[in-house]
């Protein structure tokens, strides 16, 4: 059991007894049929997006039944019971007592009229936040809390305060869903955009993984919040760069799911899906889907990625001169998800259809592309993707010799998703 103090605040959970999806204290621990457990709410809500392989293994599975952990629910169930039972002045689990600490520590900090925040009473927050929802909550709630973190991206070019900045961004993660905690991000993004920049790529380039992931999570819940925010992000190139540059990196698939939806969510504009298709995302994207080992959601956020540069000309010319991207689009369809297949239709259609690019055509044709097609049209498509199919149909008809005998010949060798 690992057992941290900071400011008198102390924390201990076993690792075990957290969610590996949630990070929080399992309320209902259940295990899948590879044998690892999650708390029930979580994996039910990862399976009921679609999803058909473990969140921790990534290997597919062979069934979605979860069984009760009762062994573990009881070991957290003691664990519990026996630190809310200690006294203060041993370690505690009592939220109400953690959370008055932390009240204390903030209140003593404001009182200092300091624009840092100390590392330790950064490193309690977060501890404290990370254990569960309600904690996040609770932090989120605290008068003048984010007005008080923020102050620290003033100091952001100083190297010597990045791990503070680190636990800033960090701990906005965490409450960011909370009611208001956005609203005045956003606000203070608005008022300080150069500060805001330098310390978002101040951690994207110098930070810990983790400080980048979460950086990423919080540039992406901000461009999500309006379209002024998400130009404010868009306009600072040296922040859509750092996110290509985690989405390119050999850092695991988290990073890599972080970096692409932030990418998603700010690169609406022309201006900035020019300068993605500049920095590679066409190869990048396509390397990610020829992977057998990335998880669905980085393969569906790869395909995302490529329908969006697709809509502009300089991304449909970079994909029909990748040589390995449509055919690894086309190699993808009906097997990934449903969301994975219509973004890979949308790619498809850009380059085979709307600029009926020759090589891209024979690229698709070349790898069965026709029989994909026809398959996706017969599935449970949207009204507009089953548009784009028969569109796509007709091209690929005027291309193949035998439109029937390819069909006839090729589709038992599918199996869908």
């Not at 295990?31 to 039910?44: A, E, F, M």
């Not at 906005?172 to 606000?187: A, F, M, S, Y």
């Not at 086309?330 to 990934?336: A, E, T």
Request: glycine share 4%; proline share 3%; charged share 20%.
């Amino acid at each position: 059991m690992a057992r941290e103090k900071s400011n008198g605040l102390y924390l201990s959970v076993p690792s075990f007894f957290k969610c590996p999806i949630s990070m929080d204290v399992m309320k209902s621990p259940v295990s899948l049929c590879t044998g690892v457990t999650y708390d029930r709410q979580s994996i039910q809500k990862w399976l009921d997006s679609g999803h058909n392989t473990c969140p921790a293994t990534m290997q597919v599975l062979q069934s979605t039944d979860v069984v009760p952990n009762l062994t573990l629910r009881r070991l957290i169930r003691v664990w519990s019971d026996s630190y809310l039972l200690r006294p203060e002045s041993h370690a505690s689990f009592n939220n109400h007592i953690a959370f008055e600490s932390l009240k204390k520590l903030i209140s003593s900090e404001c009182s200092e009229q300091s624009e840092r925040v100390s590392v330790g009473t950064l490193s309690s927050i977060v501890s404290f936040a990370k254990l569960s929802g309600e904690n996040r909550e609770s932090v989120a709630k605290i008068d003048g809390f984010v007005p008080l973190i923020t102050k620290m991206f003033k100091n952001c070019n100083e190297i010597e305060v990045i791990e503070q900045i680190e636990l800033v961004i960090i701990c906005l993660d965490l409450i960011l869903p909370e009611k208001g905690v956005r609203e005045q991000l956003v606000q203070h993004l608005v008022n300080s955009t150069s500060l805001t920049s330098s310390s978002f790529s101040l951690v994207l380039q110098r930070g810990g993984l983790d400080a980048k992931i979460s950086a990423a999570r919080v540039l992406e819940s901000l461009a999500s919040f309006d379209n002024e925010s998400r130009r404010i992000i868009a306009d600072q190139s040296v922040l859509i760069k750092e996110l290509y540059n985690l989405t390119a990196s050999d850092t695991g698939y988290p990073a890599v799911d972080a970096g692409l939806a932030a990418l998603i969510a700010v690169c609406t504009s022309r201006q900035s899906k020019k300068e993605i298709v500049r920095l590679g995302i066409v190869k990048t994207a396509g390397k990610l889907l020829s992977s057998p080992e990335n998880s669905v959601t980085v393969v569906e956020k790869a395909m995302k990625v490529l329908e969006i540069i697709s809509t502009c000309t300089e991304g449909r010319t970079a994909i029909c001169e990748d040589e390995n991207c449509v055919p690894a689009v086309v190699k993808r369809l009906m097997k990934v998800s449903p969301a994975a297949t219509e973004h890979g239709i949308g790619v498809i259609w850009s380059v085979c259809y709307m600029s009926r690019d020759r090589t891209a055509q024979e690229a698709a044709m070349r790898n069965n592309g026709l029989t994909k097609v026809l398959l996706v049209m017969q599935s449970n498509c949207s009204g507009s993707v089953r548009q784009m199919c028969g569109e796509l149909v007709k091209v690929f008809r005027v291309n193949s010799k035998s439109c029937l005998a390819s069909y006839e010949t090729r589709t038992t060798h599918i199996t869908p998703y």
